[in-house]
């Protein structure tokens, strides 16, 4: 039994309204910002907490801070 052209284009419009319907959710899960989502969660789940029971660190930073020049704010006058 052969299948008429106006059934053909009908089954054609019925895909594309469904694909058309679906779509935002299609692309929340294949699209351009799924990806980007995918790859910041893969890098968030490499990061890893330092922790240091010595202030070495602190103190690193706080020479560097104090070796620091500095300058004199001068008065502007008004």
Do not use: N, Y
């Amino acid at each position: 039994m052969p299948v008429s052209s106006p059934w053909i284009v009908l089954l054609a419009l019925a895909v594309a309204l469904v694909v058309a319907a679906e779509w935002p959710r299609f692309e929340q899960v294949v699209g351009t910002e799924a990806r980007r989502r995918r790859e910041r969660e893969a890098r968030k789940a490499s990061l890893r907490v330092i922790t240091s029971d010595d202030d070495d660190f602190v103190r690193s930073v706080q020479a560097d801070l104090e070796s620091l020049p500095t300058i004199e704010e001068r008065e502007t006058p008004r």
